[in-house]
């Protein structure tokens, strides 16, 4: 029998998490749904506040992808072997996967295809590629998994939150 929590907001409330834009983001996002506050992560660019330890986006541009699985490829593989050990992980490529089929990137000599495969074998280890074509559609994906993530991560503390009387109940049941 589900327990219903009053303190787990709704999807009609005005409750919105805080994202959290990691003080070394060079270009940050701009956020227009909820809040946002500079901060330090251990990994990724933006988080959650509270679930630094949960929600992780690292966001690159087309160039800076490029840059990444080139001469910064060691940094950044360590970066997203970081990134597994959260449960909520993403890659946000603002750029479309068109863009790097067709070589758009003032790195000349390198082969899109290396670059595609690289981007195959992040998701094959367990992180999430999603493109936006745009910095405010990259931003507006980021204002809704952190809501959505946020939500998730309440319903299931909410039972943390039941009165003991409560769970001898639901145990017996």
């Not at 630094?52 to 072997?81: A, C, H, V, W, Y």
């Not at 936006?132 to 503390?157: G, H």
């Amino acid at each position: 029998m589900p327990v219903s929590n009053p303190r787990l907001p709704n999807a009609g409330e005005s409750w919105l998490p805080t994202i959290v834009i990691d003080s070394r983001e060079q270009d940050p996002l701009t956020f227009t749904s909820t809040s946002s506050a500079i901060g330090s992560l251990s990994t990724g660019d933006y988080s959650v506040v509270g679930l630094e330890n949960d929600f992780t986006i690292e966001r690159k541009s087309i160039p800076d992808l490029i840059g990444s699985l080139t001469t910064g490829r060691d940094r950044f593989m360590r970066e997203l072997q970081r990134m597994l050990a959260l449960p909520f992980r993403r890659l946000l490529i603002i750029g479309s996967e068109d863009q790097i089929v067709r070589g758009e990137w003032k790195h000349s000599r390198v082969n899109p295809k290396s670059i595609l495969h690289s981007l195959y074998a992040i998701e094959a280890r367990g992180i999430p590629v999603v493109y936006a074509s745009n910095p405010t559609t990259a931003a507006s994906l980021i204002e809704r998994w952190a809501f959505w993530r946020s939500r998730e991560v309440l319903k299931i503390s909410g039972n943390l939150l039941v009165q003991p009387r409560q769970r001898r109940t639901l145990q017996a049941a």
